[in-house]
């Protein structure tokens, strides 16, 4: 394998990981952000989120000095290949994605690239964007000579990235024109930066960048839909008596429907599945074609039902909510994470406030982050067993291993009244209820 010198614009989840996970390639890689106090820190090997083997392989990458970080763009201009990492967030006047960083990033970018006089020179675009984002960037790149822009999605799911972005189940490279003999150099160019990752042969996939944009925003869409497909079965089993993990159990065991992502609770949160699915929504409208995936709207609008079904659920345990002591299992936006961008778990404990409630969040990585958000709103205590202690109501909506394995007999005597709300349906009706819990669930009746 040959050694690229390497950049990767944007270091924060996504671009932080693929700037590590490209060192251990054995890359010459050198990562860029504007946020000066992250970059610091990742100079100091210190990780910003919670990831398995993140820090182990941020630590190689700078001992080995393969790994470096900078605030400015003058320090890229001799790398050869440079990634976009930045983020794409919710616009805050509507659904749409916001591709302010990009554009400023790409622009920036621009000035320091003619320094490499017409040498070839690849842009590789990593960002969940709207299909036709690629091409408008690639314009901006266009006065370059020897510039080439490919969109090449990630698919990484937090908890995995590492190991989602160095053995991925597919690579998709978007070009601007496939006929192209321009195109053909640049995708040889990702191949030999990705050539490792190519010795497990993953599938490649070569199309248009318009493809490759809506892969990546179609995948996120299907994802969110089928969870939100059993939470929407939850509520026909929750009037009907059925219980929705036996109906998901069984239908999952259909290979063309597969068991993944059919678990029912209180719906998808994080940085990508709500936002990503808004943006497909308003870049279809913005084309016209609204109504084809005016089918997402419902998927949105159930997930956000099921946070309202725990509020309810709280209401018919204890009445009127004020001044009641409520405990919120997790803060996280999913188990062995410390994100809670657009968790479900702190969205509930907000409404849980609102109605009036004493609310205790607890969760073992996320409560450093939900602080900002949940200041003034509840009692953030780490300890599981004080964070029990004294609660009329428990509600489990992040499935951490620790909350799954909760022992009834043991919490019962730590709480004040053994009611607890399953917004992940992870706990055993039967030996919580034998226990003398009072126990409600999100998709199974009483
Ligand atoms: C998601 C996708 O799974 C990745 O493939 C994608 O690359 C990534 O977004 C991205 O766009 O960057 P991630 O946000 O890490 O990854 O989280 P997921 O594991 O997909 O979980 C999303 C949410 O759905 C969580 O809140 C989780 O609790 C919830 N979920 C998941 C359910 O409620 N039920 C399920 O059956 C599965």
Redesign the pocket.
Known sequence: MTTTTLSVIGVGY?GAVHAASMAELGHEVIGLDIDAERVAALQAGIPPFHEPGFADILARGLATGRLRFTTDYADLAGAEVHFLGLGTPQRADGFGADLSHLETAVDALAEVLPSRSGAPTLVVGKS?VPAGTARLLGERLAHLEGVQLVWNP??????FAVQDTLDPDRLVYGVHDREDAAAEQAIAMLDGVYARILENQPPRLVMGYEAAELVKTS??AF?ATK?SFINAVSEMCEVTGADVTDVARAVGMDDRIGA????A?V???????PK?LRAFIASAEEHGVGEALGFLREVDAINDRRRGRVVELARELLGDLHGRRVTVLGAA??PDSDDVRDS?ALDVATRLRAAGAEVTVTDPEGLENARPRMDGLAELEPDLDTALQGAELTVLLTEWSQYRELDPARAGALVTAPRMIDGRNVLDPQQWRAAGWTLRSLGRAD
């Open positions: 996504l969940t990630e698919f990484l799911r937090e908890g995948a996120n994802l969870i993944k992502f059919l678990r609770g719906g998808f949160g994080g940085g990508c599945l990503d936006f999913k479900p």
